[in-house]
C-alpha cells in the first residue's frame, strides 16, 4: 500500500512538473500578445497579378482608435512549398495606417501574408490572410 501511495505521488507530482514546464513555454495568456487589436489588410493594385504590389496594414484598438508607433513586418509566401518568401517592413504613415516597402509578389497562385510586429505598448500581434488568384 504504501509502495502504491508513493507511486501516485510522484505522478503526481510529474504531472505538476509537466504542467508548470508547458505552461511556461507556451505564448497564452502571457499578456505580451496583442489579441484585441483589430488588423485590417488591403493590397493593390487590383486585379492582382506578379510584381509589385501595395500591401497597407490599418491597425485599431478595442475601442476603434488607430494604433500608431508599430514596428511590422509583412511577410508573404506561398500556400505550398518550394518558394522564398517575400518579407518586407512598412511605414508608419499616421492614422494607424502602415504601408508596405517593396512588396513584390514573385509567383502567381494563392498567398498567405503574415503581419506581425510588436506594437508601442511591447505587445506582440500576428496575423494572417490568406490572398487567391494572383495572377501570373
Do not use: K
Request: contains cysteine; proline residues 4%; aromatic residues 4%.
Amino acid at each position: 500500500m504504501l509502495i502504491q501511495a508513493r507511486g501516485v505521488a510522484l505522478l503526481l507530482i510529474g504531472l505538476l512538473v509537466i504542467g508548470a514546464l508547458a505552461g511556461a513555454c507556451s505564448r497564452g495568456d502571457d499578456g505580451d500578445a496583442a489579441e484585441d487589436v483589430s488588423v485590417e489588410l488591403v493590397v493593390e493594385p487590383l486585379p492582382l497579378a506578379v510584381g509589385p504590389a501595395t500591401v497597407t496594414v490599418r491597425l485599431r484598438d478595442a475601442d476603434g482608435e488607430p494604433i500608431n508607433g508599430a514596428e511590422l513586418e509583412i511577410v508573404g509566401d506561398m500556400t505550398h512549398a518550394g518558394m522564398v518568401p517575400v518579407i518586407t517592413g512598412a511605414t508608419d504613415e499616421g492614422d494607424g495606417r502602415y504601408v508596405s516597402e517593396g512588396f513584390e509578389f514573385t509567383m502567381g497562385g494563392d498567398w498567405i501574408i503574415t503581419v506581425r510586429g510588436t506594437l508601442p505598448g511591447g505587445q506582440q500581434i500576428e496575423r494572417t490572410f490568406d490572398v487567391e488568384g494572383v495572377a501570373s
